[in-house]
């Protein structure tokens, strides 16, 4: 349809720039006062052909050549061959498309650039805190209040705390770099998932009787523990959740482990605590680097502010999904899935 309009378009602006030349030439070659209306057909019927050829071949040859051009310059190399023709319809609706597809890649960009400026402020944030509070106490030192006594011994071991904390910052960003890379192989091996809880619980037990807070595992009837993993990793990931739960616990709170059968293949492994939770708004962004819940910026809870992170990197490179679930006030619940040893 849009071919049939261009066509009648040319012919209609043919016919009446014919009809102008040939009135024009028939004056000139015409002495006479009166028209003779046979001669001026004869020359409309030339002029007529004559400009509706020229304007088929410009439309068909020069036209062409500056749409090529114009593609060339706005539309992809891969996209030529579907897009350069003489239909101007198509090319807006492609240019229209292309278009669209540019605007979603910029709105992206902008995203990522958001992200990254966050992160680096995060980054930039985190490393900042414990860098200048070893530099402000080694400083003191060596003003004279390494010759103190009373208080030498108390700044070397905060500047010694801060610069594990700077360590434990950098050795959790390497690991995450890595398995992003894929240059952390997986050791998949079977091993007992209970088993594993309860090593993960020993070595945390001081740490939870601080807060007086009891450990609780469970497990469905007749189930498989079993499991098909990387022993080490997983191991990380009951860690770093466990090991929140307590930081972020009640005092004499509890925190349970239980293992359900999620389908006939795989188990799922539910970590609940009755802790402070956090609002259904931060789900999206619990698992992003040196993300904090505590908008104050306080880092009282310590770590490093990746734990959650590396848990979701984890748990991505086994092809697994690790879900969330939290109430404020009344606790949070963070659960993945792990395939069973066959």
């Known amino acids: 349809m849009p071919k049939i309009k261009r066509r009648l378009l040319l012919i209609l602006i043919s016919l009446i720039a014919s009809i102008f030349i040939s009135f024009f030439i028939l004056l000139i070659i015409n002495n006479s006062d009166s028209i003779n209306f046979i001669g001026f057909f004869k020359i409309l019927v030339i002029v007529f052909i004559t400009l509706y050829i020229v304007g088929v071949l410009y439309t068909r040859y020069f036209l062409y050549k500056k749409l090529k051009e114009i593609t060339k310059d706005i539309l992809p190399k891969e996209d030529m061959r579907q897009t350069v023709n003489t239909n101007m319809e198509e090319l807006v609706n492609e240019i229209k498309d292309y278009d669209s597809k540019r ?5 992206e960009m902008k995203k990522q650039e958001s992200f990254r400026r966050e992160f680096i402020g ?10 200048f509070t070893s ?23 905060t500047a010694s705390k801060a610069i594990e904390r700077l360590n434990l910052i950098v050795k959790d960003l390497d690991l995450i770099t890595k398995i992003e890379r894929g240059e952390s192989n997986l050791n998949r091996k079977r091993f007992d998932i209970i088993e594993l809880i309860q090593n993960v619980f020993e070595m945390l037990e001081f740490t939870a009787k601080k807060k007086n807070i009891e450990f609780i595992v ?58 402070v939770g956090f609002e259904k708004e931060n789900y999206t962004r619990i698992f992003e680097r040196f993300f ?51």
């Open 218 to 275: 469970d497990q469905e009837n007749e189930i498989e523990t079993n499991v098909n993993a990387d022993k080490e990793k997983i191991e990380q990931v009951l860690t770093n959740l466990i090991d929140n739960s307590i930081k972020y616990g009640k005092d004499n709170g509890t925190t349970e482990v239980v293992i359900q059968n999620l389908n006939e293949n795989k188990i799922i492994v539910r970590v609940t605590d009755n802790g």
């Open 103 to 107: 605007k979603s890649e910029y709105s």
């Open 292 to 342: 904090r819940i505590d908008k104050s910026g306080s880092r009282s809870a310590g770590g490093s502010g990746l734990g959650l992170s590396i848990v979701k990197h984890i748990i991505d490179s086994h092809d697994e999904k690790i879900y969330v679930e939290s109430e404020y006030g009344v606790g949070s619940e963070f659960s993945f899935s792990l395939e069973k040893s066959k």
């Open 135 to 157: 530099q402000s106490y080694i400083l003191t030192l060596l003003d004279g209040a390494l010759k103190d006594k009373a208080v030498n011994k108390k700044y070397l071991k």
């Open 122 to 131: 995060n980054l930039a944030h985190e490393i900042k805190t414990p860098l």
